[in-house]
């Protein structure tokens, strides 16, 4: 009478550990990329609503605030923070926002800037800009529209 082989051997178990070792060393470093590039979003998000403000200052007055509290923003730049933002910095040269990156960011991004600039088209109309060198993040990190010049 034959004997019949019940579970698996050693060896087979050992090559289904081997390819699940090869495909976590794949899928590892991309998943923390994909987390940086979330925790970038965030600077975008929290300096959306500088963006309105600064936006509606230029369209009443011509130009663009001095002060975060001529514009109706706090005057702090930790007062608008997030998760992995530490502050937004909402007044610049010309209306520049930068979002700083710090709290719980990855040390990949911790203390790097995100800046949107104001990019004023004709008839008034104001476009954002997160390209340019106000903006120290890598650009592996950037979302798609600053990594292209948008």
Same mark, same amino acid.
């Given at each position: 009478m034959k004997s019949v082989q019940k579970g698996f051997t050693l060896i087979e178990l050992m090559i289904v550990v081997a390819i699940i070792a090869i495909l976590a060393a794949i899928a590892i470093p991309a998943y923390q990329n994909y987390l940086i590039r979330s925790q970038v979003s965030e600077g975008a998000v929290l300096a959306s609503a500088s963006e309105t403000a600064l936006a509606e200052y230029y369209q009443n007055t011509g130009k663009f605030p001095t002060t975060n509290a001529s514009a109706g923003l706090p005057t702090n730049a930790a007062s608008t923070q997030g998760k992995y933002v530490s502050g937004v910095d909402a007044v610049g040269t010309n209306g520049v926002i930068k979002a700083t990156f710090g709290n719980q960011s990855n040390t990949a991004i &911790?203390?790097?800037?995100?800046a949107f600039s104001a990019v004023v088209g004709s008839g008034g109309t104001i476009s954002w800009s997160c390209a340019g060198s106000n903006t120290n993040v890598p650009s592996k990190?950037?979302?798609?529209?600053?990594? &292209? /010049? /948008?």
């Amino acid at each position: 009478m034959k004997s019949v082989q019940k579970g698996f051997t050693l060896i087979e178990l050992m090559i289904v550990v081997a390819i699940i070792a090869i495909l976590a060393a794949i899928a590892i470093p991309a998943y923390q990329n994909y987390l940086i590039r979330s925790q970038v979003s965030e600077g975008a998000v929290l300096a959306s609503a500088s963006e309105t403000a600064l936006a509606e200052y230029y369209q009443n007055t011509g130009k663009f605030p001095t002060t975060n509290a001529s514009a109706g923003l706090p005057t702090n730049a930790a007062s608008t923070q997030g998760k992995y933002v530490s502050g937004v910095d909402a007044v610049g040269t010309n209306g520049v926002i930068k979002a700083t990156f710090g709290n719980q960011s990855n040390t990949a991004i &911790t203390g790097d800037v995100i800046a949107f600039s104001a990019v004023v088209g004709s008839g008034g109309t104001i476009s954002w800009s997160c390209a340019g060198s106000n903006t120290n993040v890598p650009s592996k990190y950037l979302p798609a529209a600053c990594r &292209t /010049g /948008g």
